[in-house]
Nanobody, 119 residues
Framework: QVQLVESGGGLVQAGGSLRLSCAASRTIFSGNVMGWYRQAPGKQRVWVAR???????DYADPVKGRFTISRDNAKNTVYLQMNGLKPEDTAVYYC?????????????WGQGTQVTVSS
């Protein structure tokens, strides 16, 4: 079974914080690098952060120092703690393996979770 379920998004004022969660099926999560991606209105989906099974992390420049990715290997869950949010962080956020899972020749994605940051 292949499944990704993101949650935790919402509306927040600039400077605020949110914590996103993603429950992944074991086939996607176990032993793989996991990542968070986002897609802003009218723009392509881009990578935001990634974490190895051992906990090493890497971040895209726009979120460095503000976002923290973590994972719970026992729960097949990956998190994204977002602090110091800015209006430009407004997007639908998705988690996935890094690189993304491919099914039937296309990248497989969950439904995502909307993050809206007001100024």
């Amino acid at each position: 079974q292949v499944q990704l379920v993101e949650s935790g998004g919402g509306l927040v004022q600039a400077g605020g914080s949110l914590r996103l969660s993603c429950a992944a099926s074991r086939t996607i999560f176990s032993g793989n690098v996991m990542g968070w991606y986002r897609q802003a209105p009218g723009k392509q989906r881009v990578w935001v952060a990634r974490i190895t099974p051992g906990g090493s992390t890497d971040y895209a420049d726009p979120v460095k120092g503000r976002f923290t990715i973590s994972r719970d290997n026992a729960k097949n869950t990956v998190y994204l703690q977002m602090n110091g949010l800015k209006p430009e962080d407004t997007a639908v956020y998705y988690c996935n393996r890094h690189p993304p899972v491919v099914l039937g020749g296309n990248n497989y994605w969950g439904q995502g979770t909307q993050v809206t940051v007001s100024s």
